[in-house]
């Protein structure tokens, strides 16, 4: 059974950074995709970043491009986002996500397209203008 546990988040004042951690276990894919998605108050789920394992670039949303770092670290099965330059409209709730990625999709896929079975409970930000 996968499990996807974060931590990492809390109050910060703007400009400050937050570093949230994603545990992944259970999984036994070989190709995969993971990464962040948000939810703010009022507002709709909207994926921050993601990564292939199949290679490829990160794919970051336009509005944290450049103060927000996706990384991994995979002897520990852990993803990372750091986040730096938080702004108010950076408060949400942070879910990290995976999936397993189609076998016909492999070759050709955005990762921020791809639909995501697999879910965290969740890590809440809030950033104080």
């Known amino acids: 059974e996968v499990h996807l546990v974060e931590s990492g988040g809390g109050v910060v004042q703007a400009g400050g950074s937050l570093r949230l951690s994603c545990v992944a276990s259970g999984f036994t894919f070989n190709h995969f995709a993971i990464g962040w998605f948000r939810q703010a108050p009022g507002k709709e789920r909207e994926v921050v970043s993601c990564?292939?394992?199949?290679?490829?670039?990160?794919y970051y949303t336009d509005s944290v491009r450049g103060r927000f770092t996706f990384s991994s670290d995979n002897a520990k099965n852990t993803v990372y986002l750091q986040m730096n330059n938080l702004k108010a409209e950076d408060t949400a709730d942070y879910y990290c996500t995976l999936t397993e990625i189609p076998q016909d999709a492999i070759v050709d896929h955005r990762c921020p397209d791809l639909p995501y079975d697999y879910w965290g409970q969740g890590t809440h930000v809030t950033v104080a203008s």
């Open positions: 990564l292939s394992s199949t290679g490829g670039i990160t």
